[in-house]
């Protein structure tokens, strides 16, 4: 099973921009189909973006879409996700999230095995 380790969370302001890191070990993001979720408080947990292990899909939460993009570096094993103009609304603990090696796309959390510890992400108004 791939562990995963987020980073790159953190203050910002609204309308900046930062970019989160998922980094694998254990196992190769490669044909594996990876997400992030995010979890705000009171809120349930919700797909923010998620590609396909061929990386010829992806799809984005609406409220994202423009704003934030998902990404693989292979060589690095890691998994990105971009988010500029952020607003206060993307305040939430992001996570990480990896499905099984070869397995079909997926933005519902119940089919993910693998997860990060979140990052924390707040945006002031």
């Known amino acids: 099973q791939v562990q995963l380790v987020e980073s790159g969370g953190g203050l910002v302001q609204a309308g900046g921009s930062l970019r989160l890191s998922c980094v694998a070990s254990?196992?190769?993001?490669?044909?594996?189909?990876m997400a992030w979720f995010r979890r705000a408080p009171g809120k349930e947990r919700e797909c923010v973006a998620a590609?396909?292990?061929?990386?010829?899909?992806?799809y984005y939460l609406d409220s994202v879409k423009g704003r934030f993009t998902i990404s693989r570096d292979s060589a690095k094993n890691t998994v990105y996700l971009q988010m500029n103009s952020l607003k206060p609304e993307d305040t939430a603990v992001y996570y990480c999230?990896?499905?099984?090696?070869?397995?079909?796309?997926?933005?519902?959390?119940?089919?993910?095995?693998?997860w990060g510890q979140g990052t924390q992400v707040t945006v002031s108004s």
């Open positions: 999230a990896a499905r099984s090696t070869g397995a079909t796309f997926s933005v519902s959390s119940a089919e993910y095995a693998s």
């Open positions: 254990g196992s190769t993001v490669n044909r594996r189909p």
């Open positions: 590609i396909h292990w061929l990386d010829v899909r992806s």
